[in-house]
């Protein structure tokens, strides 16, 4: 793990925000910016967050997965996927990556960031797997964790969200993902007194292992 002072390249470690709860459209309105914006030689970056309440809209989303929205909102997303939900409780990571610059393609990404994933509940003695027909990250046939990328001139930004300790309720309400009757779980399931924050740390060091490169964990935005 680096200090601060570390005077290494740019391009050789993964900044970490803690940005605490945020409203996921200032978030998204963030990282389409920080794309935008972002110079070849700046470093990538893991946005760690939760967000209020809300129903997310992928680009490839279908009204009809929208059952009973109710008082929670539905936002349109343009990362891919169909629907998904965020709530207090799920631990979200953003990503901000240049994959050009890394060489990888989007399949060999969104397994790395499974992989990281599957590590951390594996070090809490959780059995977990992922799918090929079904980006995400699964325990027996419930999701734990879902992901939903946007690649923009070879640069990403969206990321992973892992359901920790929440109401899971708000996903009877639509077709997770697309997915009829898809259940889905969280890490409390398992592992009864875990807290979100005592899983931010461990989940950027994956991350950044993962992605070959060195955690660095700074001030928010």
């Given at each position: 793990?680096?200090?601060?002072?570390?005077?290494?390249?740019?391009?050789?470690?993964?900044?970490?925000?803690?940005?605490?709860?945020?409203?996921?459209?200032?978030?998204?309105?963030?990282?389409?910016?920080?794309?935008?914006?972002?110079?070849?030689?700046?470093?990538?970056?893991?946005?760690?967050?939760?967000?209020?309440?809300?129903?997310?809209?992928?680009?490839?989303?279908?009204?009809?997965?929208?059952?009973?929205?109710?008082?929670?909102?539905?936002?349109?997303?343009?990362?891919?996927?169909?629907?998904?939900?965020?709530?207090?409780?799920?631990?979200?990571?953003?990503?901000?990556?240049?994959?050009?610059?890394?060489?990888?393609?989007?399949?060999?990404?969104?397994?790395?960031?499974?992989?990281?994933?599957?590590?951390?509940?594996?070090?809490?003695?959780?059995?977990?797997?992922?799918?090929?027909?079904?980006?995400?990250?699964?325990?027996?046939?419930?999701?734990?964790?879902?992901?939903?990328?946007?690649?923009?001139?070879?640069?990403?930004?969206?990321?992973?969200?892992?359901?920790?300790?929440?109401?899971?309720?708000?996903?009877?309400?639509?077709?997770?993902?697309?997915?009829?009757?898809?259940?889905?779980?969280?890490?409390?399931?398992?592992?009864?007194?875990?807290?979100?924050?005592a899983l931010k740390h461990p989940l950027a060091c994956h991350?950044?292992?993962?992605?070959?490169?060195?955690?660095?964990?700074?001030?928010?935005?």
């Amino acid at each position: 793990m680096l200090a601060m002072s570390a005077p290494l390249p740019a391009t050789t470690y993964l900044l970490i925000r803690d940005l605490g709860k945020i409203p996921y459209a200032e978030s998204f309105a963030a990282m389409r910016a920080f794309t935008l914006a972002r110079e070849d030689i700046a470093p990538n970056e893991v946005w760690l967050l939760q967000h209020p309440p809300v129903f997310t809209q992928g680009l490839n989303g279908q009204a009809s997965h929208v059952l009973m929205p109710g008082d929670i909102p539905v936002v349109a997303s343009d990362r891919g996927g169909q629907v998904s939900y965020h709530g207090p409780g799920q631990l979200v990571a953003y990503l901000l990556f240049d994959l050009a610059r890394a060489k990888l393609g989007v399949r060999e990404l969104v397994d790395r960031l499974e992989n990281a994933l599957v590590a951390l509940l594996t070090e809490l003695g959780v059995e977990a797997h992922s799918r090929l027909d079904a980006p995400g990250v699964y325990v027996g046939e419930c999701k734990i964790a879902s992901l939903g990328l946007k690649i923009r001139k070879g640069r990403c930004y969206h990321g992973l969200a892992l359901n920790v300790d929440m109401d899971l309720s708000p996903f009877t309400r639509i077709n997770p993902c697309g997915y009829a009757g898809l259940r889905m779980c969280q890490v409390r399931d398992f592992v009864p007194n875990i807290t979100l924050d005592a899983l931010k740390h461990p989940l950027a060091c994956h991350l950044a292992r993962q992605l070959e490169l060195e955690p660095l964990f700074v001030d928010a935005l």
